[in-house]
């Protein structure tokens, strides 16, 4: 849990530090300030999760301050250390909603069980349950990427979701170019060398975020695997991505690794992304197969046929009869929109959203909310602005 630490007093801040240091996940003081004026006049640019604040000095003239201090971190949870505080402060806290006060000098079990109720009610209020959702190119070039990168954005955009991304490609992941021009801080391999720090917060604080609630965890970047990744670290990764996000969108490359392969093992539903042409046939074939043999579900394979043109030698039926199994959805051939948002890295609901693409990107959307939420079918109407009548 990241914290902001607002006391004058460099002993009480170390103690504060040791004893959060100490912690399993560890409570970090991510930035000080001297007094409660000094932190409302400079607030911090990064939310913090918590705010310990030792009110030890406060005056009855500074009171106010406890209020204006939460009413600018609203999310933010405050903890107050006082020695004895004056009436005027403690009716202030309170009615800022301010639930743990605790007396100085710090009794540490006293402390640690503070921080217990306060991370307990951050995490419950979080929990989202979410589904992983993979998508895999049946051969190089059938469009995994840019599918799962652009339905990744519309599933946030669209539906609202909580969404991240996850590039699992082995070499040479470059999802996030597809909908961002910004520069990964963080990769897959770096989250994976230093997977003791896993938490909610760590794990957005890695993302390139493409829009307020979608991000982009870019592709292991390691070429002299000087990081041992392992499969247990895929399981730490979406352990937390789950509690914290409704949707984990896996754009999983060709290549099956034993990291990408425990993602797989846990994704809830999987899309094999293929055109319709024989080559695509062949491989996806061999990949159904692959999934047969390791006892995946036929109901958690979803097949998606991509730059999809009607009129063709090959007709959708003969797909799904030489892969026995169904097509979930099609996404047409649009070759001017696609290239425009891969080539500018902009998602291509927000670069042309009445394209065919992009419209059937809102289907997808919308095929995969109502199945699992029956009542929010019609959202693509809505949002394209179709009415019922018509
Ligand atoms: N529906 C579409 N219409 C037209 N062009 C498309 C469509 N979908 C994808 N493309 C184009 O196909 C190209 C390849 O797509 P993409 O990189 O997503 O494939 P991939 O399956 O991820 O490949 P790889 O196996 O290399 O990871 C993209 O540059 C994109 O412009
Ligand atoms: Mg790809």
């Not at 204006?68 to 250390?81: D, E, G, H, I, N």
């Not at 469009?143 to 955009?157: D, E, I, V």
Request: proline share 4%.
């Amino acid at each position: 849990m990241k914290a902001l630490m607002v006391s004058a007093d460099s002993l009480l801040h170390a103690e504060v530090a040791a004893q959060g240091s100490a912690r399993m996940p560890g409570l970090q003081l991510v930035a000080t300030r001297q007094g409660l004026r000094e932190a409302v006049e400079r607030p911090l640019a990064e939310l913090p999760e918590l705010a310990i604040v030792d009110a030890s000095a406060v005056t009855a003239s500074e009171a106010e301050l406890v209020e204006r201090l939460c009413k600018l971190y609203p999310a933010t949870s405050v903890l107050l250390l006082t020695r004895e505080p004056p009436p005027e402060l403690l009716i202030r806290a309170m009615r800022a909603g301010i639930r743990e006060v605790l007396q100085l000098p710090l009794v540490h079990s006293a402390f640690h069980e503070a921080l217990g109720r306060i991370e307990l009610a951050a995490g419950c209020g979080q929990l989202r349950n979410g589904k992983v959702l993979a998508f895999i190119s049946c051969k190089g070039g059938s469009g995994a990427t840019f599918l799962s990168t652009n339905f990744a954005y519309a599933l946030a955009a669209l539906a609202d979701k909580k969404v991240l991304l996850i590039d699992l490609h082995g070499q040479f992941g470059d999802a996030t170019l597809y909908v961002s021009d910004q520069k990964p801080a963080m990769t897959l391999s770096d989250i994976c060398a230093q997977i003791s720090r896993m938490d909610g917060a760590f794990l957005e604080s890695c993302l390139v975020h493409v829009a307020s609630n979608f991000g982009v965890l870019a592709a292991a970047d390691d070429p002299q695997h000087t990081v041992d990744m392992k499969p247990e670290h895929m399981d730490t990764i979406l352990r937390v991505a789950c509690q914290h996000y409704d949707y984990i969108v896996l754009d999983v490359g060709r290549q099956i690794d034993a990291i990408s392969l425990r993602a797989l093992d846990q994704a809830d539903a999987i899309h094999p992304v293929l055109q319709l042409a024989l080559p695509d046939i062949r491989d996806g074939r061999r990949l159904l197969d692959i999934f047969r043999s390791l006892g995946y579900a036929a109901e958690r394979i979803r097949l998606i046929v991509n730059r999809y043109e009607k009129g063709g030698k090959l007709r959708l039926t003969d797909l799904e009869q030489a892969l026995g199994a169904d097509v979930m959805h099609t996404v047409p051939n649009d070759y001017l929109s696609a290239t425009d948002s891969v080539n500018q890295g902009i998602p291509v609901l927000q670069l042309s959203r009445s394209s065919a693409v992009a419209r059937s990107l809102g289907e997808l959307v919308e095929l995969v909310t109502a199945r699992r939420a029956p009542e929010s079918k019609g959202l693509f109407d809505r949002l394209f602005g179709r009415h019922e009548a018509e």
